[in-house]
Structure formats: structure tokens, C-alpha cells
């Protein structure tokens, strides 16, 4: 019998520490965000992307909502990258990349490579 609990608790926990974990976008974090919270902007994103109507938002506003991009990948001013940190699972990090087209957000995409 304790065998069975054994493995039941082993589940839980694994389900409790894989599974998605969505916190409420938080400018101020987001721009204070120094990669040393490992999952704060990861867990953020999502709530960004579904609750901010970025689509349309012009350079300026994304900036004064998301701060200066990490465009060290971009090769175009249009194309805006964020460093999001670990992905939570394995050891891949994450991006938030902003596409624009005459100042206006017309693509936001969340990837973990």
C-alpha cells in the first residue's frame, strides 16, 4: 500500500511542477526583469499575448509597455525580440517576437528554442 502512495505523490508533484503556470503580466517586472527570476517573463507572456491586444500597438507603445527590445537576433527594426528565459522544460529559453508593418503590431509569436 505505502508503494501506491509513494507513486501517487510522485504524480502529483510531477503534474504540480509541469504544469503551465500563468501569471498576470506585470509591466514594471517585465522592464526590471534582469534574467535572474528564471521563469518570471515565460510566465507572463501568455497573459500578455490573450489580455493585451497588442495587434495594431505602435512601436512607441509596445516599448512603453515591453521596454527596449533585445533585438540582438532581429535584423530589421521591424522585428522586435524579447529574452522570456527558461522555457520550463529542458534546458531551451524562450523568445516574445513582435512583428510590425508601418508602426503597427501585425505579428506576436512566443517560442522556445
Not at 527594426?77 to 516574445?96: A, F
Amino acid at each position: 500500500m505505502s508503494q501506491k502512495i509513494t507513486i501517487l505523490i510522485l504524480i502529483v508533484l510531477v503534474a504540480v511542477l509541469t504544469s503551465c503556470t500563468n501569471t498576470a503580466f506585470d509591466s514594471k517586472k517585465w522592464k526590471n526583469w534582469n534574467g535572474k527570476e528564471s521563469f518570471v517573463r515565460w510566465d507572463m507572456t501568455d497573459d500578455l499575448i490573450n489580455n493585451y491586444d497588442l495587434q495594431g500597438k505602435t512601436h512607441k507603445e509596445i516599448e512603453n509597455l515591453l521596454g527596449k527590445p533585445s533585438n540582438g537576433i532581429a535584423s530589421s527594426p521591424d522585428d522586435y525580440y524579447y529574452d522570456l528565459g527558461p522555457c520550463r522544460r529542458g534546458i531551451d529559453y524562450g523568445s516574445l517576437y513582435i512583428e510590425f508593418k508601418n508602426d503597427k503590431v501585425i505579428q506576436v509569436e512566443k517560442y522556445c528554442h
